[in-house]
């Protein structure tokens, strides 16, 4: 798999943390922070997807625009916390897909819960 360059995506996060966030949030803060969002993102998952039910109807109408928003700051939170560990992402991701593909390479063709 070649890998993606997600290096754009990390130099804009950090040029607006300088321009506009005045600095990073220290570590703990930024893992504090991207928790709360993928809770954010638990919590539309399961009455988008789930079986749970909006308490409001204009919640249930702004749903999907509000999934692309968790997510969005997921990707934020997740790629301030590269920057300010040192991680490459387009490394890092590579790594992971090529993880993926040489332990999985036989595993989901062979799940029968999967077809």
Avoid at 15 to 43: C, H, M, P, Q
Wanted: one cysteine or more; glycine letters at 6%.
């Amino acid at each position: 798999m070649d890998k993606p360059d997600l290096s754009p995506l990390q130099q804009t996060v950090d040029a607006w943390i300088k321009s506009t966030g005045i600095r990073y949030f220290d570590e703990l803060t930024n893992t504090a922070i991207l928790a709360e969002e993928v809770g954010e993102l638990a919590r539309l998952s399961a009455r988008i997807y789930g079986e749970q039910s909006f308490k409001r109807e204009r919640d249930k109408a702004s749903a999907k625009t509000d999934w692309a928003d968790e997510l969005s700051d997921v990707l934020f939170v997740l790629t301030c916390l590269a920057n300010q560990t040192g991680v490459d992402l387009s490394d890092a991701f590579a790594r992971g897909m090529d993880k993926r593909t040489n332990r999985d390479a036989d595993r989901h063709a062979g799940n029968e819960k999967l077809r």
